[in-house]
């Protein structure tokens, strides 16, 4: 009778815990970093790199939450980096709940719902780039996905740069994408959207270290 009673107790503990953690990933193949670049002098477009960029190619992003604390997660193929031309970003949302962890140059910081931002301290280790943070709706189905962009140069960030996005449904250059992780008749002008949100926070690290 004891054996059977500390089996239950065991059991139920187990799914205690297992109803308060939920986990999401994404992987995501490597040698698909793409490039944006000028056609010409006014014409901008993107084209599949045929070069070799490990430090920005993600292979998997993911996001753990337990209880009403979040943890995201990106690995890339070859080292998180340290420079001024390189950001990275996981993004994870719910209807109106979203957060959005980055990283660039040795400055990490979350922004979001629910009294952001703060800064996260040595989120890096190797090749992988982790933000805990609290959530304010834990009971949300979130999605994730991540992207990386690396600048040609500073302060031109509506100009040359690669990027690499997981999954790649949210990328601009996805065919057939809505630019937000669907499959409809695709969002004219995303990449520009999102250059213009990795512009202001490129702006609050660079006000941040004057």
């Known amino acids: ?11 139920g503990v187990v799914v205690l815990l297992l109803s308060t953690l939920t986990v999401s990933a994404e992987s995501d193949s490597t040698g698909d970093v793409w490039h944006y670049y000028a056609l010409s002098e006014t014409n901008w477009g ?26 995201l997660t990106m690995t890339v193929a070859g080292t998180i980096e340290d420079s001024d031309k390189i950001m990275y970003y996981i993004m994870m949302t719910a ?13 990490s910081y979350c922004i979001g719902t629910g009294g952001y931002p703060i800064e996260l301290l040595n989120p890096v280790s190797g090749n992988t780039f982790t933000a805990t943070f609290e959530i304010d709706n834990p009971g949300a189905t ?9 600048y040609k140069e500073v302060g031109e960030e509506l100009g040359e740069m690669w990027q690499d996005y997981a999954p ?16 409809g008749g695709g969002t004219p ?12 926070v490129a702006l609050i690290i660079l006000r941040k270290r004057k």
Do not use: Q
């Open 168 to 183: 790649n449904t949210y990328a601009p250059w996805y065919t057939g994408g809505d630019g937000n992780g669907g499959t």
């Open 189 to 200: 002008g995303f990449e520009t959207l999102a250059v213009i949100a990795a512009i202001g």
């Open 95 to 107: 209807g109106e709940s979203y957060y959005t962890a980055y990283y660039v140059d040795g400055e």
């Open 46 to 71: 993107w084209e599949a790199h045929t070069g070799s960029k490990p430090n920005i190619d993600i292979t998997s992003v993911s996001d753990t939450i337990t209880d009403s604390e979040a943890t």
């Open 142 to 150: 979130y999605t994730v996905h991540g992207y990386t962009i690396e």
């Open 1 to 11: 009778m004891k054996l059977w009673k500390s089996s239950m107790l065991i059991v």
